[in-house]
């Protein structure tokens, strides 16, 4: 079965940063897309960055653009999520999500979920 595992998050100073990480097992590289989200407490779940695997095109909400990066090693099935100058304000659960085409159709898949705390 199919699934996803973040990690890397925890609690850092304004400023610092942090490489989220989310491994695919149970998957074989093909047509897929994976976005982070993230939720804060109180609010909607939010889509923070997002890159396929038919070209290295991404997507970054205006509120991360220059501060955060997401990239891919397909040899690894890893994605990768790295955060720099951060701010209490993105204090979240980040969530790893996969949609991915397994033959017969396309299929969803979300991870547990890693806690990102900015703060002095």
């Known amino acids: 079965q199919v699934q996803l595992v973040e990690s890397g998050g925890g609690l850092v100073q304004p400023g610092g940063s942090l490489r989220l990480s989310c491994v695919v097992s149970?998957?074989?590289?093909?047509?897929?897309?994976i976005v982070w989200f993230r939720q804060a407490p109180g609010k909607e779940r939010e889509g923070v960055s997002c890159?396929?695997?038919?070209?290295?095109?991404?997507y970054y909400t205006d509120s991360v653009k220059g501060r955060f990066t997401i990239s891919r090693d397909n040899a690894k099935n890893t994605v990768y999520l790295q955060m720099n100058s951060l701010e209490p304000e993105d204090t979240a659960v980040y969530y790893c999500?996969?949609?991915?085409?397994?033959?017969?159709?396309?299929?969803?898949?979300w991870g547990q979920g890693t806690q990102v705390t900015v703060s002095s």
């Open positions: 149970g998957f074989t590289s093909g047509d897929y897309k």
């Open positions: 890159i396929g695997s038919s070209d290295d095109s991404t």
């Open positions: 999500y996969l949609r991915y085409w397994s033959g017969f159709g396309y299929r969803e898949r």
